[in-house]
């Protein structure tokens, strides 16, 4: 090389971008509007999406998204004869192993009286006292895991355990609402109340059921003394699993328990899992969404082709100043480079504006809805950025265009 | 070899490929010396663009060898090419070809920008040049806001900030008046003692009177002629 090349160096090509913009403000500020439109609307879609989103989760509490429930669907065989739906005896043990689980259990509702499920409920024995005595409260039977599952806390001593279960014991826990009406506050004394006329020693009261609250309206039995003394449920009253899962694995646990439960017919089971939040997401994501994210597309393509437009006037109208600059040392890349850089400056600045306005849209809705706005740094950090594409894209045929003019030809005009 | 020579034309020809082909300039053998003012004239259509295209790098001879500075620039690829009319050449037009969002000094500091000149230097080397050119004074106006001959006062200096070995103006007063065409051939004058090399092509029969040598061209053909020999 006999000559040091001649180039137009990053700052010098930056600085001659900003000043082809602003040379003509009122144009840029058309050229740019469609840019702006489509990323303002790009954002502001996502953002209230985001926003929407987060709002459902905010209901979608841990103890929702924690729990799975199980219900037979099917009749069984047992010793030769057909009972009602159910579930096999060692059901909790075969849902506990499932990976995730944290507890199950079962219960049902015991069906006594001419109303299904409720009883009277008395501290005197039958026979003595006025039948004003006895009120009528929902008798319900349930497996020793139950309480765990459904976050039980007591009041005063304990829940039933796999023992009172396996030997029918007679003994009953007490909602708390129950406990009040009967006036029974204390274990100690040993109290015993009678459910439709039989004796059932009372080991605990339950003052928290955070998944089944009417619990806290019934009295409980194990499930074994029920069955033993009232026969298995039926069709009439179905048993039903509750299953306390750990965070995130609710749908997991969900696809695994019909087989776990029944490896041979694993239709047997209606299976209810909280919504996915992701599911949810999607739904939020549907139909309007997809409705503006197109409308956002179509401006952005309209913005592209303002951009591509005015680039490709602004070469021809600087023929002269091309074939200047041509003659004064810019290469051809220089040149192009040049249109390039006006055209993505132009996306850029139009971007910026755009992420402005939606950010601003988001958060106006927020404050009028009363929500959290929650815009996600991946949709608002690119976008300018997506402008800036735009602008460039745009800039390829025009910097094209205006790479291929001949010096020659350009300045003697 | 001539030790001392800007332009050295071996032969140099340019054919337009037709049909029909056009001998826009005949093979001609020239030398231009370090400091010379030559004006090349010529009517309409006789070759005189043709010959600065050739002599700016701006076009290729299809024929000849032609030395800038006793470089062989024929052989140069297309960006080296480029470097040296960047650094070896100033050019002015008829047509200014100013910037016209951009004050006057900001115009001048275009070529220095290719040419790699730090941006501190920039301004104050393109003030010098204005300085130099008499336009001092208005560096800081727009140049749609300056006379025909203030603008060409100002292509001349941009022309000339990068210190080039050859000027070459073509018809730099065809756009203005009498009285602002002398001023600016004046200022050609004036460039000229100083030791610039300076090719002037024109119609201007006054342009070509300020100048001790002129090339004719006529049909491609360029002939040597002597004052007063022109009608
Ligand atoms: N690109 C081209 N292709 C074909 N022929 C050309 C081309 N450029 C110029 N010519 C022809 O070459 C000849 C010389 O043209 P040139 O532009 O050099 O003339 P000129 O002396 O500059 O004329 P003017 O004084 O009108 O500017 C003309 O006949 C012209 O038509
Ligand atoms: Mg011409």
Redesign the pocket.
């Known amino acids: 090389m006999i000559v040091e090349p001649t180039r137009l160096g990053i700052r010098d090509l930056a600085s001659e971008a900003l000043a082809g913009i602003i040379a003509r403000p009122g144009r840029s500020t058309l050229t740019v509007l469609g840019t702006v439109l489509g990323i303002a609307a790009f954002v502001a879609v996502l953002g209230l999406t985001s926003t929407a989103t987060s709002q459902i989760s905010v209901r979608f509490t841990t103890l929702i998204a924690t729990e799975v429930r199980v219900q037979p669907t099917g009749t069984v065989e047992t010793a030769g004869r057909t009972t009602g739906p159910m579930f096999p005896d060692d059901a909790e043990a075969r849902v506990e192993r499932i990976n995730g689980v944290q507890s199950a259990g079962i219960s049902w509702s015991v069906g006594l009286d001419q109303v299904p499920g409720v009883a009277p409920v008395s501290t005197l024995p039958p026979g003595t006292g006025t039948a004003a005595d006895a009120e009528s409260f929902e008798i319900m039977a349930s497996s020793p895991g139950y309480f765990r599952a459904i976050h039980a806390e007591f009041a005063a001593g304990r829940a039933f355990d796999t023992f009172h279960n396996t030997h029918a014991e007679p003994v009953a826990v007490l909602g708390e609402a129950v406990a009040r009406r009967l006036g029974i506050t204390r274990l100690d004394t040993s109290p015993t109340v009678f459910l439709a006329g039989e004796p059932f020693s009372v080991i605990g009261i339950l003052n928290q059921a955070e998944r089944t609250p009417e619990a806290l309206l019934s009295v409980i039995t194990p499930a074994g003394t029920a069955e033993q003394m009232w026969g298995p449920p039926s069709t009439a009253n179905t048993p039903q699993m509750i299953i306390d899962t750990e965070v995130g694995a609710a749908q997991q646990v969900g696809d695994h328990v019909s087989l776990a439960l029944r490896p041979n017919a694993t239709d047997q089971y209606d299976i209810t899992v909280p919504p996915d939040p992701h599911t949810l997401r999607d739904q939020v994501n549907t139909d309007l969404n997809m409705l503006f994210l197109t409308l956002a597309a179509v401006s952005l393509i309209v913005g592209m082709v303002g951009i591509a437009n005015t680039t490709l006037v602004a070469v021809l109208e600087r023929i002269g100043e091309i074939g200047l600059r041509r003659a004064a040392g810019a290469r051809r890349r220089d040149i192009a480079l040049q249109f390039l850089s006006e055209s993505a400056g132009l996306g850029l600045l139009g971007g910026l504006v755009g992420t402005s306005l939606g950010v601003i849209t988001v958060v106006a809705v927020a404050v009028v809805q009363e929500w959290t706005p929650v815009i996600e740094p991946v949709v608002t950090l690119p976008a300018p950025l997506g402008g800036a594409i735009i602008g460039l894209l745009a800039g390829l045929y025009p910097a094209w265009r205006a790479s291929r003019i001949e010096p020659?030809?350009a300045l003697?005009r | 070899m001539i030790t001392d020579a800007v332009i050295e034309f071996d032969g140099v020809g340019?054919t337009?490929?037709?049909p029909p082909p056009?001998?826009?300039?005949q093979p001609t053998t020239l030398t231009v010396r370090k400091g010379e003012f030559v004006a090349v004239i010529?009517?309409?259509?006789?070759?005189?663009?043709?010959?600065?295209?050739i002599t700016g790098l701006l076009d290729r001879p299809t024929a000849g060898t032609y030395r800038l500075d006793g470089m062989d620039v024929d052989t140069l690829g297309e960006s080296e090419r480029t470097a040296l009319r960047g650094r070896r050449i100033g050019f002015v037009f008829q047509a200014f070809h100013l910037l016209s969002h951009r004050t006057a000094v900001e115009n001048v500091m275009v070529p220095m920008a290719y040419a790699g000149v730090a941006r501190r230097k920039r301004h104050r080397l393109a003030l010098e040049t204005l300085r130099h050119v008499g336009l001092g004074h208005r560096a800081q106006a727009m140049s749609n806001q300056l006379s025909g001959g203030e603008r060409q006062r100002v292509a001349v200096a941009r022309a000339l900030v990068t210190r080039p070995s050859l000027l070459l103006c073509?018809?730099p007063t065809g756009n203005l008046d009498t009285t602002t065409a002398g001023s600016v051939l004046e200022l050609l004058d004036g460039l000229h003692r100083d030791g610039q090399t300076v090719v002037v092509?024109t119609?201007n029969p006054d342009v070509a009177a300020h100048t001790q040598r002129r090339l004719l061209?006529q049909d491609?053909h360029v002939h040597e002629t002597t004052q007063g020999a022109l009608a």
């Open positions: 020659a030809e003697h | 340019r337009y490929p037709g056009v001998h826009a300039l010529g009517p309409s259509g006789s070759g005189k663009s043709t010959f600065l295209n073509d018809e092509v119609h061209i491609g």
